[in-house]
């Protein structure tokens, strides 16, 4: 069966800070990968999203960047934090290619910029 | 582009009561519904989905939710909820073609079952 790793778990980090958020996937080939973010109170926004190797689609201009150099593994990544970077970060997967396939979600990262 | 509402931000309900958690949609293209269900500090679970076929789709937990394409609403229910059933539920959408999923999520109903 398919499983998603994803950490640190929790990470308080001071502002101007790099970060690194690390997601792997095992048991599936070639999936579609996602990086969303849940602020508190608010729902969830997609931020990136890669249907392949190196190809990163980024859906709001922001602090942050992602990267993808294997087929199962995404990285979340910034140079420097901001304060408005703090929020609950949600790596996900689905298989790839067809659209309405379930989206699947690992145990989120906490991040809190101080 | 699609948007998703969700029309009431907290519902508190007494435990055996029943209970729907409401979701409207905007998209100008076709579109598949999730309801998805997060509990404290975790990540997101899969109640159920629309993808075509009957309107009313059965999930796990004893969830259901019926898909009203006049009305633009995929409307949660259950008849009798516990109180393990207190969590955060989100609706979503994503168009029905483009050859990949990308959700686009409501800000979330916050269910507090109360016994």
């Known amino acids: 069966s398919q499983t998603i790793h994803q950490w640190p778990a929790t990470l308080v980090q001071p502002v101007g800070s790099p970060l690194s958020l690390e997601c792997t996937v095992e048991?599936?080939?070639?999936?579609?990968l996602y990086w969303y973010r849940q602020a508190a109170g608010r729902g969830l926004q997609l931020l990136f999203y890669?249907?392949?190797?190196?190809?990163i689609s980024s859906e709001v201009p922001q602090n942050l960047s992602a990267s993808r150099p294997q087929d199962r593994q995404f990285i979340l990544s910034s140079k420097k934090l901001l304060l408005s970077d703090s929020g609950f970060y949600l790596c996900?997967?689905?298989?790839?290619?067809?659209?309405?396939?379930?989206?699947?979600f690992g145990e989120g990262s906490w991040l809190t910029v101080v | 582009a699609q948007s998703v509402t969700q029309l009431d931000s907290q519902v508190p309900v007494f435990e055996e009561a029943p209970v729907e958690l409401r979701c409207n949609y905007s998209s100008s293209v076709s579109v598949y519904l999730f309801w998805y269900v997060q509990y404290p500090n975790q990540g997101l679970q899969l109640l159920l989905k629309?993808?075509?076929?009957?309107?009313l789709v059965k999930g796990i937990n004893g969830f259901e939710a019926e898909f009203n394409k006049s009305q633009t609403s995929f409307h949660l229910r259950k008849p009798s909820v516990h109180i393990s059933d207190t969590a955060e539920y989100f609706c979503?959408?994503?168009?029905?073609?483009?050859?990949?999923?990308?959700?686009?999520f409501g800000a979330g109903t916050r269910l507090a079952v109360h016994p």
């Open positions: 629309y993808l075509s076929g009957s309107t």
């Open positions: 048991g599936t080939s070639n999936p579609n």
């Open positions: 979503a959408v994503t168009p029905a073609s483009g050859g990949y999923n990308k959700l686009i």
């Open positions: 890669s249907v392949g190797i190196g190809q």
């Open positions: 996900a997967w689905s298989p790839a290619t067809i659209s309405g396939n379930t989206i699947y």
